[in-house]
C-alpha cells in the first residue's frame, strides 16, 4: 500500500472516531463530575495509556461534615439544618462559593433540598451528623492554593446554630464540567502519538487502535490539574501483501 493511500486511510479512520456521537456518557454530558483522592479511576498507574490530556479542573472541593452533640434529637435536627441554611446564605452573598451534594456527581443545594438525611455517630451517643460540599472556581486569575485556603476560610468561620459544629472531612477534591468535551482533543492526541510509532517502523506497517469508543477516565495530577485518559490500545502491524 503506498503512503499516500496509507494517510487516507488513517485519516479516515480517526475522522469517525472524532465525528461519531459519544456512547457510555452520553447522558452524562450536563453533568459536573466530582473527582476526590478517593475515587478517581479503577485502573491501577500501569494500566493507564501512555497519553493523557492534563486539564485544569474547573471547581475546587470540600467535603464538610455538620455534627451537633445537643442531648435532644429534635433540637439537634434543627440545630444542623439552621446552620447549613446560613452556609447557603453566606455562600449565596460571597458570589464565590457554592454549597451541593453528591458523590460522584454534585448537586447544588438549595431552600427546597438542604434538608439532608442525617445520621447517627457511630460512636457518640445523642449526636446526629450529615455531610455537604463546598466548592469554589478555580479561576485563572488565582493560584491553586489561594483558593483552597479561600474554602478553609469559609468553613472556618462559619455562623453556627447551638452546638453545630462544621469541619473538614478528607482531603480536597476536584470537579471538571462535562469531562466529555475534551474527548476529541484527546482523539487527535492519541491520534498523533499512534502515527509518530508506526512512522518509526517505516512503511511496511500500518496501526490498529482499539478502545477509543471507552468512556473518558481520569486520573489527578497535582492540587488543581487532571489528567483525562482513554484507555486505548493499538498495534502496530505489518501491512498485508508484502
Known amino acids: 500500500m503506498g503512503e499516500i493511500m496509507k494517510a487516507l486511510l488513517f485519516a479516515a479512520t480517526l475522522a469517525a472516531f472524532v465525528s461519531s456521537p459519544t456512547t457510555a456518557q452520553d447522558e452524562f454530558d450536563v453533568e459536573e463530575v466530582i473527582v476526590t483522592g478517593s475515587r478517581i479511576t479503577d485502573y491501577r498507574p500501569e494500566e493507564i495509556p501512555a497519553v493523557t490530556l492534563p486539564k485544569r479542573a474547573d471547581f475546587m472541593i470540600q467535603k464538610v461534615r455538620v455534627i451537633s452533640d445537643t442531648r435532644k434529637s429534635d433540637v439537634r435536627k434543627e440545630e444542623i ?26 448537586v447544588p443545594l438549595t431552600k427546597s433540598n438542604f434538608k439532608l438525611q442525617l445520621q447517627a455517630h457511630r460512636h457518640k451517643p445523642d449526636t446526629s451528623l450529615t455531610h455537604l460540599l463546598v466548592k469554589a472556581a478555580l479561576d485563572q486569575k488565582a493560584s491553586a492554593n489561594e483558593i483552597s485556603t479561600s474554602i478553609k476560610n469559609f468553613i472556618k468561620n462559619a455562623e453556627i446554630a447551638g452546638r453545630t459544629e462544621v469541619l473538614p472531612a478528607g482531603n480536597l477534591g476536584l470537579s471538571i ?3 466529555e468535551k475534551y474527548r476529541k482533543e484527546l482523539i487527535r492526541k492519541i491520534a498523533a502519538d499512534a502515527r509518530s510509532a508506526a512512522e518509526a517502523f517505516g512503511s511496511d506497517y500500518r496501526i490498529t487502535l482499539k478502545g477509543l469508543e471507552s468512556p473518558l477516565q481520569w486520573e489527578r495530577q497535582g492540587l488543581d490539574t487532571m489528567a483525562l485518559f482513554i484507555p486505548y490500545e493499538y498495534d502496530i502491524v505489518p501491512v498485508s501483501g508484502k
Not at 81 to 106: P, Q
Open 81 to 106: 439544618y439552621a446552620t447549613i441554611f446560613k452556609l447557603m446564605e453566606k455562600a449565596e452573598k460571597s458570589n464565590i462559593f457554592t454549597l451541593g451534594t453528591g458523590e460522584d456527581y454534585f
Open 177 to 179: 464540567v462535562r469531562p
